[in-house]
């Protein structure tokens, strides 16, 4: 990962001044995107980018995707978010960042695939999960985290769960793996109690514990038995009692089990 070049606080008076300078594309493009419930284009992105950057300088990964449109997307999440939590950024600034990290987000395909927003209101990070690794004295393990959450929040993260007994237990895993699971969540652990329904060794087994398809084939042999079918004349289509337990609960496969939770 690069690094921006050292500074004591970013400068927002430069900032502000080039802001001003990309007003009108900026709002343009946002304005575009509420119309059109999206994120913002690229040309957008990058004139954001090319604002922030200039809080931290033209080493900076944002100063680069401002004027190129390409950088990493680690060293740019560390650096907008440096900027998000700053505690002298305006609402402003926090918006364009909103929609700057969005907009990554989507490109990059980091997102959980499960937001929070009002789709008539700009995005907000902390209202967006994405996916992400997070190296423990265990195992990698892949979890979801508010957009927001910057690289020490991750560590201090780390350290929170490794306190916890359940996260070295597959179950645990399997949850955290759920992409509507915040693993930051302050409830996480009783969210994992009120919502862990069981382990199993295939689907079907899960389907035969968690439906009632074991009573409906009792009731479809007994149907046959009084019409002098044979047993084999009728049966129950398995691949959609599947698909609507699927509805009720998320499956998660973990260390060769599958775990099973309420939706």
């Not at 709002?27 to 575009?32: D, H, R």
């Not at 987000?105 to 209202?127: A, C, F, V, W």
């Not at 969210?191 to 968690?210: H, K, P």
Request: glycine fraction near 6%.
């Amino acid at each position: 990962m690069r690094l921006a070049p050292e500074r004591m606080s970013p400068n927002w008076r430069r900032l502000e001044v080039a802001s001003h300078r990309f007003e009108h594309p900026i709002a343009n493009g946002i304005a575009a995107a509420l119309a059109e419930h999206r994120e913002v284009d690229h040309d957008t992105a990058r004139c954001i980018a090319h604002a922030l950057g200039r809080a931290l300088g033209r080493e900076s990964a944002l100063a680069e995707f401002g004027r190129t449109g390409e950088s990493t997307y680690l060293d740019l999440r560390e650096e907008y978010l440096r900027l998000y939590t700053d505690e002298d950024a305006t609402a402003e600034v926090k918006e364009l960042i909103d929609w700057f990290g969005t907009y990554l987000i989507d490109k990059m395909g980091t997102g959980s695939g499960r937001t929070y927003q009002n789709e008539h209101l700009p995005p907000k990070l902390d209202r967006l999960l994405v996916r992400t690794t997070l190296t423990t004295s265990g195992r990698p393990v892949t979890v979801h985290v508010p957009a927001s959450l910057d690289a020490a929040g991750m560590e201090q993260l780390i350290v929170r769960l490794e306190e916890c007994d359940e996260f070295f237990g597959p179950a645990f895993r399997a949850f955290l793996a759920l992409p509507d699971v915040n693993a930051a969540a302050a409830d996480l652990l009783d969210s994992f109690q009120e919502n862990y329904v069981g382990s199993f060794n295939s689907i079907d087994d899960a389907v035969y514990a968690l439906s009632p398809l074991e009573d409906w084939e009792i009731e479809l042999g007994n149907w046959a038995d009084d019409h002098s079918l044979p047993a084999d004349a009728v049966h129950l289509n398995i691949d959609y009692v599947i698909e609507r337990t699927r509805d009720v609960y998320d499956f998660v496969e973990e260390g060769g089990m599958l775990y099973a939770f309420n939706k």
